[in-house]
């Protein structure tokens, strides 16, 4: 009943270990294999580190399935590695929600050149960058950090953008008819960082000195997020060897391609249109193959609107390791790729069920008939584990369970681990030589859980007239009950008077109770919670 998950593709055909990252993975390399002249055997996948905002849950899972492709490379047998880019040589164009006002003043200019507001970075993008960065690092993913800062800095990227600034009238033509976007027509695809007033997004350029390597600019002023940001009116020259300006993106993602020799890199659908435009950079002025891509939609809040970091509505990583574990934030970014998804934290505890059900699968304690089928989802367990999955169950406990039990536990560090261990034995969880150490981490995102909500949003389910009558009848019989056994004895009561079979009416009990199939012994974990808890619940099923 309640382990209803849809996991998309039913056909037969396994790839690797029969997920969508395998197939895909299989598209990247026979890419890399067609390639003519020379190239690296190293397979690259790369994903971008936004710098302007705090990091939201989208920007992780592009990061988490640009690893996820590199492991399912790597399983194939080629060598591959995962770039992590960091734009922080973008200019800020919003003050994100919960930051100083301070940085109204710093709109803008490039993030890599704004203090940091805390004061525990060199700059306010190495800040942001750092935040994601630590999230993907406590994930387990392991990456090559590449900063757009550092390559301009250092000049490596000065070969592409010589090309493209060389090959200027092209370019333009190229962003018109991908885009439609005629302003590169009339000026150069750059953004230099004004010598004066510091801002990036204000000038215009319009001559390159091929020989001396400069690119000429105004600084005019521009729109930005729907409102003028004024320009000095200075005019300058800025050097391409040195981080004093940078491409477009129209251009600069076909740049980065060519100087890294990228093979994958996946995109949100809100920037199709800036791939397809570097796509044709990549052939028509670097002559090299595009990589391979894949289109990804977005996350967004139950609102409806999409999760953004220069937002109110953002959802950090971060946040969900407080509730979560890094294999459930993982399971949202690997069970499927095509698709907008609404999310908000409540969906955490549904993953955290989910990943116990691929677990049950993998070792055998849930049957799955159909064997492809089981092998793709043993695939995806494997993923959520970054192919190294443990060698044995773990003590799965329900969340809703813990966070009930945590609720009408004793306040104090010490009481609260006895009741919890007292009554996690007497359901029969802690058996042998298992002690609460071996889920020390489910406690605590309970706990975090409480702390700041309490409750569980309750589940709906679907009851019959039968089913529902029953429930009624529990209701009114737990109003008199005063002991455990009195409660497992109404249950049973209830089910025979209304002619619902015991084992479905404990099975809907648990389900509106716990948001599991099965679990505690219901008299005990009912008389824990109390019968007035217990009885809250079981009317809220009924409307």
């Known amino acids: 009943m309640s382990q209803d998950f849809d996991y998309g593709d039913d056909s037969d055909e396994v790839i690797g270990r029969g997920t969508w990252i395998d197939k895909l993975a299989l598209d990247v390399i026979k890419r890399k294999d067609n390639l003519k002249g020379d190239h690296p055997e190293i397979v690259r996948t790369e994903s971008g580190l936004g710098a302007s905002g705090f990091p939201h849950i989208g920007s992780f899972a592009d990061a988490s399935r640009a690893y996820g492709f590199k492991l399912a490379i790597e399983n194939f047998g080629q060598k591959a590695e995962f770039l992590a880019f960091a734009d922080d040589l973008d200019g800020l164009r919003k003050v994100p929600a919960g930051t100083s006002s301070e940085l109204k003043k710093h709109l803008g200019k490039p993030v890599s050149m704004i ?9 306010y993008g190495q800040h942001m960058s750092s935040l994601l960065s630590e999230s993907i690092e406590e994930a387990g993913i392991e990456f090559t950090p590449v900063s757009a800062y550092n390559i301009y800095r250092t000049g490596k990227m000065a070969p592409q953008v010589r090309k493209v600034l060389s090959k200027a009238k092209l370019a333009g033509q190229i962003i018109q008819d991908t885009t439609g976007q005629e302003k590169y027509l009339e000026v150069l695809p750059y953004h230099a960082v004004c010598e004066k007033c510091g801002k990036i997004y204000t000038t215009q350029a319009v001559s390159f000195d091929a020989k001396k390597d400069l690119v000429e600019y105004h600084c005019k002023g521009d729109e930005i997020q729907g409102k003028l940001l004024k320009g ?13 300006g940078k491409l477009t993106w129209k251009v600069e993602f076909a ?56 937002a109110g509505n953002v959802f950090t990583p971060q946040t969900w390791y407080r509730y979560g574990s890094t294999h459930s934030l993982a399971l949202l970014t690997f069970k499927r790729m095509a698709g907008s998804r609404s999310l908000a934290v409540d969906d ?5 069920k989910e990943i116990d059900f691929l677990e049950n699968v993998y070792f055998g304690k849930v049957k799955e008939g159909n064997q492809a089928r089981k092998r793709k989802l043993n695939g995806l367990f494997e993923y959520c584990w970054h192919l190294n999955p443990p060698e044995k169950s773990s003590i799965q406990v329900p969340y809703t369970l813990l966070v009930n039990l945590i609720s009408v536990a004793p306040k104090t560090k010490t009481e609260r681990k006895d009741f919890l261990k007292t009554r996690l034995e007497e359901y029969g969880y802690l058996r042998d030589e298992a002690s609460i150490k071996d889920i020390e981490d489910r406690i605590q995102y309970a706990e975090n859980w409480v702390e700041d909500f309490k409750q569980l949003e309750e589940v709906t389910i679907k009851l019959d007239k039968q089913q529902k009558t029953a429930v009624k009848t529990l209701i009114k019989q737990l109003e008199s009950a005063e002991t455990a056994d009195d409660i497992q004895s ?25 948001n599991t199939d099965r679990g505690p012994k219901l008299g005990p974990y009912v008389h824990t919670i109390g019968t007035e808890q217990a009885i809250k619940t079981l009317k809220k099923s009924l409307s």
Request: hydrophobic share 35%.
């Open 232 to 244: 000095c009116s200075h005019h300058g020259f800025a050097n391409i060897n040195k981080a004093e």
């Open 255 to 310: 740049a980065r391609w060519e100087l890294q020799q990228i093979d994958f890199e996946a995109f949100g659908k809100d920037i199709f249109e800036s791939v397809i435009c570097n796509d044709e950079i990549c052939k028509q002025i670097f002559d090299y193959e595009p990589p391979t891509h894949a289109r990804y939609e977005m996350f967004n809040d139950k609102g409806g609107s999409k999760i953004s970091k220069s």
């Open 348 to 352: 955490i505890p549904v993953y955290m």
């Open 490 to 514: 109404a249950i049973f009561q209830s089910a025979r008077d209304n002619e619902v079979k015991p084992r479905d009416f404990f099975q809907i009990l648990y389900n509106i109770l716990l």
């Open 115 to 123: 203090p940091d507001p805390w004061g525990c970075h060199d700059s």
